[in-house]
T-cell receptor, first 114, second 111 residues
C-alpha cells in the first residue's frame, strides 16, 4: 500500500517570507515523488520530481524540494514567496513497480499576502 | 507539447443515467489515469491503465468502469450515475516516472 499525507490543509504567509509545505509518504520501496500546483479554476501543473540521486531537487517557478528518507518526507520550499505563488499544491507518489499507480495527497492551499 | 483532451468539459446528468467521459492523448504515453477532485479530498484515483486493452482499479473504483481501447483513448463510464459522483474529473497521461500531463477537467453535476 502507498499513501501521501499533507498535514497542512491551509498555509498563509506574507510576501517575502520563506515557504515550506510538508509532505510525508508511506511506501515499502523506493518512491518516485512529485509536486504539482493548481491555480484556481485550472488543471494541475508539474513543479518538480525526485526519482533518485541528489536529495534536493529544483523545479520550475523557483521551487525546490528535499527528499528525506529518514523521516519519509518530501517538503516543498521557496524563498522568498511571492503573491503569485498563491495556489493549491499537491504532493504525489508513484510506486516503483511496473503498473504502479500514482497517488496524490489532499493538497495544501497556500495564500501569500502582499 | 504534450496534450490531453477531455470531453465533455461540463455535463449535467440525471440520477440513474449513464455517463461516459472521454479522454484522448497525443503523447503516445503508456500510462493514463482518471481522478476525481472534491473539496477536502484532493485528487483520488479511480482507474488507470498502463497498456491498451487493460485497466486497473485505483483507490475508489466503485461505481465506475474504465475502458482503454487504444493507446490514445481512455474512457470513464458511470453506468448508474449518483448524486455522490458530482465532482470534477481529471484525465492524465504519463510515460512513467516523470511528469504527468493533465487534461483541463470535466465538471460533472448529477441531479
Amino acid at each position: 500500500a502507498q499513501s501521501v499525507d499533507q498535514p497542512d490543509a491551509h498555509v498563509t504567509l506574507y510576501e517575502g517570507a520563506s515557504l515550506e509545505l510538508r509532505c510525508s509518504y508511506s511506501y515499502s520501496a523506493a518512491p518516485y515523488l512529485f509536486w504539482y500546483v493548481q491555480y484556481p479554476g485550472q488543471s494541475l501543473q508539474f513543479l518538480l520530481k525526485y526519482i533518485t540521486g541528489d536529495a534536493v531537487v529544483k523545479g520550475t517557478k523557483g521551487f525546490e524540494a528535499e527528499f528525506r528518507k529518514s523521516n519519509s518526507s518530501f517538503n516543498l520550499k521557496k524563498s522568498p514567496a511571492h503573491w503569485s505563488d498563491s495556489a493549491k499544491y499537491f504532493c504525489a507518489l508513484e510506486g516503483s513497480g511496473t503498473g504502479s499507480k500514482l497517488s496524490f495527497g489532499k493538497g495544501a492551499k497556500l495564500t501569500v499576502s502582499p | 507539447e504534450a496534450a490531453v483532451t477531455q470531453s465533455p468539459r461540463s455535463k449535467v446528468a440525471v440520477t440513474g443515467g449513464k455517463v461516459t467521459l472521454s479522454c484522448h492523448q497525443t503523447n503516445n504515453h503508456d500510462y493514463m489515469y482518471w481522478y476525481r477532485q472534491d473539496t477536502g479530498h484532493g485528487l483520488r484515483l479511480i482507474h488507470y491503465s498502463y497498456v491498451a486493452d487493460s485497466t486497473e482499479k485505483g483507490d475508489i473504483p466503485d461505481g465506475y468502469k474504465a475502458s482503454r481501447p487504444s493507446q490514445e483513448n481512455f474512457s470513464l463510464i458511470l453506468e448508474l450515475a449518483s448524486l455522490s459522483q458530482t465532482a470534477v474529473y481529471f484525465c492524465a497521461s504519463s510515460p512513467r516516472n516523470t511528469e504527468v500531463f493533465f487534461g483541463k477537467g470535466t465538471r460533472l453535476t448529477v441531479v
